[in-house]
C-alpha cells in the first residue's frame, strides 16, 4: 500500500467522502479545501485523508477520512491518519483536531486509540439547518451532537 498526497479531481474522490459524511451540502463545501491523502493499492485508491489549515495557523483539521468499506480494519485509516500527522509535522503543525458525531461509537472509539483526546461537544450540530437529513441515527442513537477531539503533535 502506498500514501501519496492527490493533486487530482476532488469529485473523484465524493464517493469515499461521501462514507465519512452524511451531508451533501457539507461535503460541496469543503471537498476542495486543503490537501488530500489518498492510499493506493494496485493503483486503486482504497482511502483517503483531508487535511486543513485553519486560522490559527499551527493547528490543522482532519476533515475527512474513509477507508472502502471492504477494506476497513486492515490498518488503513490507522496508516492515512499516521500519514496526516507526519503531514501536519512538516508543516510545523502544533495540534491536529477532528470532529465527530457523539452517538459514532466506532469513530470516538478509533480515534482515541490514535492518540486524541476529548475536548469539547457542540450541541446540535447535524440537522436539517446543517445540511443532514431529519432522523438520522448512528448505533441508534440520534445523531445530534458533535465531539471535537485534539492532538498534540509534539507527542507520539
Not at 501536519?88 to 459514532?104: F, P, W
Not at 442513537?141 to 498534540?152: G, K, T
Request: hydrophobic letters at 40%.
Amino acid at each position: 500500500m502506498l500514501i501519496e498526497r492527490y493533486d487530482g479531481n476532488r469529485e473523484a474522490l465524493r464517493p469515499l467522502f461521501v462514507l465519512a459524511d452524511d451531508s451533501p451540502m457539507q461535503i460541496s463545501r469543503y471537498i476542495d479545501q486543503g490537501e488530500v491523502l489518498v492510499a493506493r493499492d494496485g493503483g486503486r485508491i482504497v482511502g483517503h485523508v483531508q487535511i486543513i489549515e485553519t486560522d490559527e495557523g499551527d493547528v490543522y483539521e482532519l476533515k475527512s477520512l474513509a477507508v472502502r468499506p471492504a477494506r476497513q480494519s486492515e490498518g488503513l485509516g490507522r496508516a492515512l491518519v499516521a500519514a496526516a500527522i507526519t503531514r501536519c509535522r512538516e508543516r510545523n503543525g502544533r495540534r491536529l483536531i477532528v470532529s465527530t458525531a457523539t452517538a459514532d461509537i466506532g469513530n470516538l472509539r478509533f480515534y482515541q486509540r490514535q492518540g486524541f483526546r476529548m475536548c469539547r461537544i457542540v450541541q446540535d450540530a447535524f440537522g436539517p439547518s446543517t445540511g443532514y437529513p431529519e432522523g438520522l441515527a448512528v448505533n441508534g442513537i440520534p445523531l445530534r451532537d458533535q465531539v471535537v477531539f485534539e492532538r498534540d503533535l509534539g507527542a507520539d
